[in-house]
């Protein structure tokens, strides 16, 4: 018989993980604005930058991408392996598709009555649009050319791979992995043989030793969040942060009202868990999140914190996360409607209730096909803003502060996966097997 080690890790020594990350973040901010403000043109700093700080914190992101792809697969084929039963998958499947869309629509219609009532792109003095815009014409240039090539119709056929390798090393169809890890954990279900149960077992190996590799990783965490903010706060400075403060407090308002009223509203009536509990137990992922800027580079902590905090049943945590890490954005669509109106108040255009609702819809279809990882929305917003009517070059203006945004609307983004998956494991009644039905089920498939 083959079982999954689940036995918790030992707390490490010295100061808790968060705890250095947040040191990290206030050391690194600090020493960047420091670094703006007194040496802007000084050589040394830039060659810290490039040599050290930057490539620092590529290497960080690095080491967690290239763990995605067998992560997602694995931990998926498991998820759907263990329910046992199709039926039970569709029930799991459509509560999970049901939950992520109620909710990201609660998202999104936060984002829009924040961005109405605080109306950020009416602070904004038109001469300092023409000059942010002017520094940002060859990004933002890039960044709707790539919005131009997306099509919602494309991203709900790219959904079935063509090619899964190609899948696998295009960012853009990570839903493909998914389909394609759903379509083997179906065969093993339907096929219970010692031959798939050798395969099941090598899912398992494999899913271990990721997620081993990824709590050496993380240790890193502190150190390239530290090279993160740096680089940040010394490219932009105050002016820039000053200039577009309306727009980061009507996001970071609206991520507050979702992430600290909605979700823990949510938790308490369908879910059951106490959201204080909840909080405490998934701060290390949501850091996780905050660090990296990418869902799905935080997969591997995202589902060590449901199995081994939250205590959700693997079949659960496996499926609704991973899945989720690809398609569940509450974050990432909120930030994109508040963008799309955003620019609509900075051109001068007045959107009415019909079009508002058009940009909940395709927000929320354009967070499913959101790319999980750093600065993955621009382009998406970069398409609604095309198809609403509005110049989706005007993107430009918030790519100063995006990073910092980026970073803020993903740790929403794993604190609702996280949240969804207690929902649907408590609705749905799914429960792990215990130790003497697996050896049953084994003795079966032998």
């Known amino acids: 018989m083959h079982t999954l080690d689940t036995t918790p890790t030992p707390p490490a020594k010295g100061l808790p993980l968060h705890y250095k990350v947040l040191i990290g973040f206030v050391l690194g901010t600090l020493l960047g604005l420091a670094a703006h403000a007194y040496a802007t043109d000084a050589a040394w700093i830039h060659g810290v930058i490039d040599y050290a700080t930057k490539p620092f914190g590529q290497i960080f992101l690095n080491l967690l991408f290239m763990l995605v792809v067998p992560l997602i697969f694995s931990a998926l084929v498991l998820g759907v392996a263990e329910l046992g039963d199709i039926a039970a998958l569709g029930r799991l499947g459509w509560k999970t598709l049901i939950y992520t869309a109620t909710v990201t629509a609660a998202a999104v219609g936060v984002g829009l009555l924040c961005v109405n009532l605080f109306q950020p792109g009416m602070h904004m003095d038109a001469a300092l649009v023409q000059k942010i815009l002017s520094g940002n014409t060859l990004k933002a240039g890039e960044i709707v050319s790539k919005g131009n ?57 494999l899913f271990e030793i990721c997620m081993h590799l990824i709590g050496l990783f993380i240790r890193l965490a502190p150190y390239a969040v530290a090279a993160f903010m740096f680089n940040l706060t010394f490219q932009l400075g105050w002016d820039v942060i000053r200039s577009l403060v309306w727009f980061v407090v009507t996001v970071l308002v609206a991520l507050g009202i979702h992430g600290f009223v909605v979700i823990p509203l949510w938790l308490r009536l369908m879910g059951k868990m106490s959201p204080r509990t909840f909080f405490r137990e998934t701060q290390e992922a949501t850091l996780t999140a905050f660090a990296t800027a990418s869902s799905t580079a935080t997969l591997p902590v995202t589902l060590r914190v449901a199995e081994e905090n939250l205590k ?49 819809v395709l927000c929320i279809l354009g967070g499913i096909g959101t790319a999980g990882i750093p600065s993955g929305s621009l382009p998406v917003i970069a398409m609604i803003c095309g198809i609403i009517g509005i110049d989706p070059a005007g993107i430009g203006i918030i790519i100063g502060v995006n990073t910092f945004l980026d970073m803020c609307r993903t740790s929403l983004n794993v604190t609702g996966d996280l949240a969804t998956a207690v929902v649907v494991a408590h609705r749905s009644g799914e429960k792990d097997l215990d130790d003497a039905a697996l050896e049953k089920l084994d003795e079966i498939v032998r």
């Open 149 to 205: 090539e997306l099509r919602l119709m494309d991203l709900l056929v790219n959904i079935v791979p063509h090619n899964i390798v190609g899948a696998m090393a295009d960012d853009k169809q990570k839903l493909g992995i998914v389909f394609f890890a759903l379509m083997i954990g179906i065969g093993l279900v339907m096929k219970p043989t010692a031959g798939t149960q050798a395969f099941k077992n090598a899912m398992h190996g």
């Open 312 to 360: 959700l049943p693997r079949k659960v945590s496996r499926f609704v996360l991973t899945v989720g890490a690809s398609a569940n954005h509450h974050g990432t669509a909120l930030f994109e409607g508040i963008t799309v109106l955003f620019l609509a108040q900075v051109y001068g255009l007045h959107l009415p209730l019909t079009q508002q609702l058009m940009v909940l």
